[in-house]
Nanobody, 121 residues
Framework: VQLQASGGGLVQAGGSLRLSCAAF????????MDWYRQAAGKQRELVAA???????NYADSVKGRFTISRDNAKNTMYLQMNSLKPEDTAVYYC????????????????WGIGTQVTVSS
């Protein structure tokens, strides 16, 4: 299973970006799909998470500005980011947890290669 993230870029403060993360492979199911980010010199942090059933969770710093969603049929996750701030600048990573593939393995976790988001002031 491979995760491919896209949609990053450079935007001015107050602007919007939409990130996508597509999972490829012989996938049976994906339970959790999350977005993490890592700013320069800082630890990776959870930004938003969504379960297969659609339950969401957000970091306090992005509540009300970011919206996570997913399309289970397409094994794809999205992050709509509005009212972006310079402190949102980071490399954004997608994560898929408790992934089961046809014929195995089951219950695996995968990370995608990050996409850079830069917000200028």
């Amino acid at each position: 299973v491979q995760l491919q993230a896209s949609g990053g870029g450079l935007v001015q403060a107050g602007g919007s970006l939409r990130l996508s993360c597509a999972a490829f492979g012989s996938i049976l199911s994906i339970n959790d799909m999350d977005w993490y980010r890592q700013a320069a010199g800082k630890q990776r942090e959870l930004v938003a998470a969504i379960t297969r059933g659609g339950t969401t969770n957000y970091a306090d710093s992005v509540k009300g500005r970011f919206t996570i969603s997913r399309d289970n049929a397409k094994n794809t996750m999205y992050l709509q980011m509005n009212s972006l701030k310079p402190e949102d600048t980071a490399v954004y990573y997608c994560y898929a947890g408790d992934v089961s593939s046809h014929g195995g393995p089951y219950g695996m976790d995968y990370w995608g290669i990050g996409t850079q988001v830069t917000v200028s002031s």
